[in-house]
């Protein structure tokens, strides 16, 4: 009988453990492989999440460059002056230039304020060259620049494919991009150009180098506007990595957001350990559970074997019994080592006093209390009082390790029995938790972090469900529409949504069309507008994709509000397409809307008709009232004009006092004449402006497409024409016709061969000598160009010098012109004849710094002092940028070198300007000087204008002396000096001196 029983109670044990043993293993299995596929896709779901936000930043930051260039473009068609270094520099780009269709240079600017920039290699160019024609503007892969940094040209068209804008952009935004993101040890940020060229990466090497690594699948794969996740091995690092990638819709840039493999195994790897650790205990206690059965069921008692206690010391869980009072009998070494004390130190004590806490204990007792219904005091009855029920008592606890320090545990207490049925001890088990609990805190932190990630974002990000409702979204989403979390979950996406787009389509259409193509698969990347809660409509970019959580399909909006974008893109285009001072269209505005009115007028048969409007002597109303006066002029002409108008002309100013009429219409030209007359009419009309009532008068040029002009730029060109013959003749309104045309193919021809003149040197210099009134000693020679044409022989000013004034020209003409005068008069000079030789400066001259330099040294090039050298500026050429002459002037002035105003009297120059400029002398206009025998009106004219420059300590220069008498009135008058045909015409350098041989006072 005794040799049945053990056999009895081992078979018990086998079967037990079996039945226990084997789901402890399968459930083991199917967590640590479970752990693995969820750590696999939080982390695909995380990269590929850091990779869109990366692309959506960089597609930002191109949008953001797109816009200022395109800013930059329209400010270099109408004021350069407003081009702003600074923004320019906020977006990394060091330099822009313009070229023209022969790829010649007309205007740098660069971000840091250089005076010069760092030309362009010969890949650069040619790269640019080969994207001069392109619709848009366009990012070009990265190069290596003239310093061999990396560079990225942007390309973008000007003045419908006349001239083109190459802007210089380095990788440092890139830089700082990529080094924000860090995921374990070796986890990064790549980001690439369209061919695979690294813009940004870890290693700096590779940067500087511009490394293509389009070898990578998934590099490939972004070249080709994809976006996911893959793994793939990577040489660089000599490690399988998984990568989250995706591309920047505007420019073909790539992000990648690869981490090695390695580093997710290590963390599932501390997820099996942890599992395996659990499953080992479960695998001991249900094998001990399983041999205390078969010793119930087979031997009942209460003493332990040597064996036994073998059994409960090799047990890798806390295992102590106690009586029925609570006094401990048994206590393993797991427990031993779990709290720090001996079995002897503790069997015969009573618990919970040593290993509980008493915080605790009086806690749970509460609990007990209320949930059993009758008052539990703390003590031992706390942990067995279910246990006496009958019930397994499982439960997180506390023991108290010797040292003090808490230990976490999952303690399980059941009632042991005698072989009557009544309870002689309870046995507690108890598992360490300590592991468990610091994974949990680590696996809540991970998911702060990312919730953390999901909430701070910038973006408004939300998760919708098939029927396109919210399921999820961040703060910001509900900051962006106005509502709170409980308004907006459950709501459809369309609740949100005008009725329709602003493209005029249904939005309930389009969004089924997005959310369609999105759920197949693709990532859609488009504008929408919506609506906040209390019905205000905003304009957004939302990026959509397809994401399975838990194998159930949803839909992640990324959604940015681009209002202020919007409306700045609607500022810059109103202002680049109108004036800042009469809200009427501008220049360029008014090119395009001429193709609107040809298209109708060709559908309906009209003609097309171009009125160029010039106010008459507008100058006279700046300098007596002053500009702020004449601008409240201005702005009063558009609505009078209008007035007039049909509802569908376009009314434009074009700068200064200067507008154009365009309208499309049946009339025949003498109706269209008649209408002009009424905008002269009009604004005989007095304007009433601070008191006062001013009336004006205007000329007004007709040009009629297509009989003048085939294009907006020819027919205004053939009014303008018009106009400056109305003003010429003061007809006040003159029709185009060619026989008026001074402006034909010939001086088109002079245009384009005066560069070569200068190259060629057929420019010569011809002198008028100026004498002194009271001896009548010479006084000084004025240098006079003259072009020696091949073709049509000498040619006097009045034929090129506007072409001059008006192209890049004016700078070596200039220069030349400075040169030749200065070594001619360095000839005078060495014969004796000191005299200052006059200059003549044109307006461009005065806003150009670099004559001031030519000046300098062609004076020390021959050897000359600047009191040998005058110059002569035009009144009107000062007044049209009187505060940037007074500054250059000033810097010739302290070089000693003399200034003459020429043609004094026929600018309608300001006194107030007159009186700041570092003028010596004024020269009156030869119509005054001519006719003052005759014409009392203009002798009191010269006369006032003497008295007047004396009083400014000014000497004074009467031009146009063809006679003795208007001479020696001249004297009378004071004048200090003359010159005139009179006194000696202007003649080549040798005449000249044979002229100062023979001339007596």
């Not at 000087?929 to 007047?948: F, K």
């Amino acid at each position: 009988m005794s040799q049945e029983r053990p056999n009895f109670r081992i078979a018990l044990f086998i079967a037990f453990s079996f039945m226990s043993i084997i789901p402890v293993l399968l459930l083991g299995w199917w967590t640590v492989n479970s752990a693995r596929d969820n750590e696999y896709a939080a982390v695909e779901d995380k990269h590929l999440l850091v990779a869109k936000n990366l692309t959506l930043a960089l597609s930002r930051y191109a949008q953001d460059t797109t816009a200022v260039l395109n800013y930059v473009s329209s400010a270099y068609l109408t004021d350069k002056k407003t081009i702003n270094e600074n923004l320019l520099h906020s977006q990394n780009i060091k330099s822009v230039r313009v070229f023209d269709n022969n790829d010649e240079a007309l205007f740098v600017i660069s971000s840091n304020g250089a005076a010069t920039t760092t030309p362009l290699t010969e890949p650069q160019k040619e790269m640019a060259r080969a994207h001069a024609n392109s619709d848009s503007t366009v990012f070009l892969p990265v190069q290596a620049d003239a310093n061999g940094d990396p560079c990225i040209l942007i390309v973008s068209p000007i003045e419908s494919g006349k001239s083109y804008l190459v802007a210089e952009m380095t990788t440092e935004y890139f830089i700082q991009l990529q080094g924000k993101v860090v995921f374990g040890e070796l986890g990064h940020a790549a980001i690439v150009d369209q061919k695979g060229n690294v813009l940004a990466h870890p290693n700096a090497d590779w940067v500087k180098q511009i490394k293509n690594i389009k070898k990578v699948s998934a590099v490939q794969r972004m070249m080709h506007r994809e976006t996911g996740v893959e793994q793939f091995y990577s040489p660089a690092m000599k490690a399988d990595m998984i990568a989250g990638f995706s591309f920047v819709r505007e420019t073909g840039w790539g992000v990648m957001v690869p981490q090695p493999v390695a580093e997710l195994e290590d963390s599932i790897k501390r997820i099996k350990q942890a599992v395996l650790g659990v499953g080992v205990i479960g695998m001991a206690l249900a094998m001990f559970i399983s041999w205390f059965l078969a010793i119930k069921l087979a031997r009942p008692t209460q003493q332990l074997s040597a064996w036994q206690k073998a059994v409960l010391d090799s047990a890798d869980y806390c295992i102590i019994s106690t009586d029925i009072n609570g006094v401990i009998a048994t206590f393993n070494r797991k427990a031993e080592k779990m709290l720090g004390y001996s079995a002897s130190e503790l069997i015969g004590k009573a618990t919970p006093e040593i290993i509980h806490d008493p915080v605790e204990v009086e806690k749970y007792a509460r609990q007990l209390t209320s949930e059993l219904g009758e008052k539990i005091e703390p003590g031992f009855e706390v942990l067995v009082k279910k246990a006496r029920r009958g019930v397994v008592d499982e439960r997180e606890w506390h023991y108290v390790h010797k040292n003090g320090t808490h230990v976490p545990v999952y303690l399980s207490v059941t009632a042991l029995h005698s072989t009557g049925g009544e309870i002689i001890g309870f046995l507690g088990i108890a598992t360490d938790l300590t592991q468990q609990k610091a994974m949990q805190i680590d696996l809540k932190e991970t998911e702060t972090r990312y919730h953390t990630l999901f909430d701070g974002a910038g973006d408004a990000i939300c998760l919708l469900d098939s029927d396109s409702k919210f399921v999820e979204c961040n703060p910001a989403l509900l900051t962006l529409f106005g509502c709170t979390r409980e308004q907006i979950i459950g709501e459809s996406i369309l609740h949100f949504s005008p009725e329709f787009q602003a493209d005029g389509k249904p939005s309930l259409e389009k969004a089924n069309d997005y959310v369609k193509a999105a759920f197949n698969g693709q990532n859609l990347f488009f504008e929408w507008s919506h609506t906040t809660r209390d019905g205000s409509v905003f304009d957004v970019e939302v990026s959509l994709s397809a994401v399975k959580i838990g194998n159930q399909p949803f839909l992640q909006g990324i959604i940015r509000d681009i209002t202020d974008r919007k409306h700045f893109e609607q500022q810059l285009a109103y202002q680049a397409g109108h004036d800042s001072l009469t809200g009427l269209p501008n220049r360029k505005s008014l090119h395009e809307a001429f193709l609107k009115h040809i298209s109708g007028a060709e559908k309906h048969h009209y003609s097309v008709y171009m009125m160029l409007l010039d106010l008459d002597r507008f100058k006279e109303i700046n300098d007596t009232l002053g500009h702020h006066l004449g601008d409240q002029v201005l702005a009063q002409i558009g609505p009078r004009l209008r007035d007039i108008c049909k509802a569908d002309a376009t009314i434009a100013r074009l700068g200064g006092d200067e507008f154009a009429i365009l309208t499309s219409t049946a009339e025949p030209i003498n109706d269209i004449r008649e209408k002009a007359e009424s905008f002269i009419q009009s604004l005989n009309k007095p304007f009433h402006i601070n008191g006062l009532n001013i009336s004006l008068s205007a000329s007004i040029g007709i040009a009629r497409y297509p009989d003048h002009g085939s294009d907006s730029h020819q027919l205004l060109r053939a009014a303008d024409v018009a106009m400056y013959e109305a003003k010429k003749r003061s007809l006040g309104i003159t029709v185009y016709d060619p026989a008026i045309d001074e402006y034909t193919t010939q001086r088109l021809k002079f245009a384009n061969e005066l560069a070569n003149a200068v190259n060629k040197k057929q420019l010569i210099l011809h002198y008028q000598p100026r004498i002194n009134l009271a001896n009548g000693e010479i006084s000084g020679f004025e240098a006079l160009i003259r072009w020696l044409h091949p073709e049509e022989g000498l040619l006097f000013p009045d034929r090129f010098i506007d072409l001059v004034e008006m192209s890049e020209v004016i700078h070596p003409f200039t220069q030349y012109v400075i040169e030749l005068a200065l070594s001619e008069k360095k000839k005078l000079h060495a014969l004796g004849l000191t005299q200052p030789v006059a200059i003549n400066l044109s307006a461009r001259n005065l806003s150009d710094f670099t004559c001031l330099e030519t000046l300098e040294a062609a004076l020390l090039a021959n050897e000359l002092h600047p009191n040998e050298v005058e110059l002569e500026i035009t009144e009107s050429a000062v007044m049209q940028d009187p505060e940037g002459a007074v500054e250059l002037l000033n810097m010739f002035k302290a070089r000693n070198i003399e200034i003459a105003i020429d043609d004094f009297g026929t600018g309608y120059s300001s006194l107030a300007y007159l009186r700041q400029l570092p003028v010596s002398a004024l020269k009156i206009d030869r119509s005054f000087v001519m006719h003052m025998l005759a014409n009392a009106q203009d002798s009191a004219i010269v006369r006032s204008t003497i008295a007047l420059a004396h009083s400014l300590d000014m000497k004074v220069i009467a031009e146009g002396v063809e006679d003795e008498e208007t001479l020696r009135l001249l004297k009378e008058m004071d004048c200090d000096e003359a010159q005139g045909f009179g006194i000696g015409r202007p003649q080549p350098f040798d005449k000249l001196v044979e002229w100062t041989e023979t001339y007596q006072p």
